[in-house]
């Protein structure tokens, strides 16, 4: 058969290496004689597991690589680049989510038949699934269970995770990319008689009517985020200036200029409820395996999954955000100049 610039003809199965994937699942059990015919839906499902992670590394490093730029044109390739790949990951993440109805036809039985002879492993030590959550944003310092977390790895695979920590993560590198977006704090006029300056005083003014009675503690955090930078709380993963950005684009995404960013946050954000989704469907699903055994892996088992579920999500500053939305109707009227600039116009009409 002929190929294209004479190359050797590619056969599926050795183009794929086959022979090392099908030939990677050996039971533990088989080698102790024991019967245990689930081990190796147990192992197949882990190891495509291991797969998904790995592409949706790949696609991490791809978006990195495109916020790494100083500048990232909203005209050109990137955004929209990045926006796909993102939502591929999404994807990939509902996967995995699905993929548990899988894993859940597996009994209790089935799986007491060969579990013991799985110890100390555990799905615990996916360094991949560790490398993700460090891609992504989450530190060493946030995470649940640290001494845990230590005595578990070895010393190569926590030095695995550590490097993609000392990456930028992609938290940090949307923070830069929100900072870097002018419109939410530059001066325009505001009113008729032409004053320049920012959005914020008028926001203000609207979130304050919005408030129900019971929502007005809301005011206090409202001003501290968006309003006075000297009270803006430590040891928060965004900016202020990222902070306020990201609030305007979720607020105006109806105008062109923002669909893209907007759909940015929204699939970062899907993102992490998918991994949130993830974790919920393994925790029920440990419930029902071991009930409340400690797991192979030697930690509490769902009582430590629950309490990691809850610590681990990354753009939860991002999604707290809703709770500074306003329906469109009271939202402030933009500046004629700044609906200008938000549209798909020539340099010229603006
Ligand atoms: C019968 C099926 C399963 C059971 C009973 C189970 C049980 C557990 C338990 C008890 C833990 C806590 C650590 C420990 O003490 O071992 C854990 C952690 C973990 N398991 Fe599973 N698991 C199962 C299937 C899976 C599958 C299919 C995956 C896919 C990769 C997976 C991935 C993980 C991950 C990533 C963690 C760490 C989660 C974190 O630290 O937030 N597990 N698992």
């Given at each position: 058969m002929k190929t294209i610039d004479n190359r050797p003809p590619v056969y599926y199965s050795n183009y794929l290496q086959l022979d090392k994937i099908l030939g990677a699942q050996a039971p533990e059990s088989a080698k102790e004689g024991a019967?245990?015919?689930d081990e190796m839906l147990f192992i197949i499902i882990h190891q495509a597991y291991e797969l998904w992670f790995k592409q949706m590394l790949h696609e991490l490093d791809y978006v990195r690589a495109i916020f790494q730029k100083d500048q990232i044109e909203n005209s050109s390739p990137d955004i929209y680049n990045a926006l796909h790949r993102l939502k591929r990951v999404q994807t990939i993440v509902a996967l995995t989510v699905q993929q548990m109805d899988i894993m859940e036809t597996m009994t209790p039985l089935d799986f007491l038949d060969f579990?013991?002879?799985?110890?100390?492993?555990?799905?615990?030590?996916s360094i991949q699934f560790k490398m993700i959550e460090a891609a992504l944003g989450l530190q060493y310092d946030q995470r649940h269970g640290k001494g845990y977390y230590l005595s578990q790895l070895s010393e190569a695979d926590i030095q695995r995770v550590k490097d993609q920590e000392s990456k930028q993560s992609l938290l940090s590198l949307i923070e830069q990319w929100l900072e870097r977006?002018?419109?939410?704090d530059a001066p325009y006029s505001w009113n008729p008689s032409g004053t320049q300056e920012a959005f914020w005083p008028h926001y203000r003014d609207a979130y304050l009517r919005s408030l129900s009675d019971a929502d007005e503690g809301n005011l206090a955090h409202f001003d501290a985020l968006f309003i006075q930078p000297e009270n803006y709380?430590?040891?928060?993963?965004?900016?202020a200036k990222a902070t306020r950005s990201a609030l305007f684009i979720m607020l105006y995404r109806d105008y062109p200029l923002l669909h893209l960013p907007y759909e940015i946050l929204t699939a970062l954000l899907s993102i992490d409820h998918g991994l949130g989704m993830w974790r919920q469907r393994h925790i029920n699903m440990v419930r029902m395996t071991i009930g409340n055994r400690a797991g192979t892996g030697g930690s509490t088992g769902a009582d430590y999954l629950r309490k990691a579920a809850e610590t681990h999500f990354i753009f939860k500053e991002l999604s707290e955000l809703t709770s500074y939305l306003l329906p469109r109707q009271m939202l402030p009227k933009l500046p004629e100049a700044l609906q200008k600039e938000l549209s798909f116009c020539t340099p010229e009409a603006r």
């Open positions: 019967e245990a015919p579990r013991d002879f799985l110890r100390p492993a555990s799905g615990f030590q977006m002018p419109f939410a709380p430590a040891g928060r993963s965004l900016s």
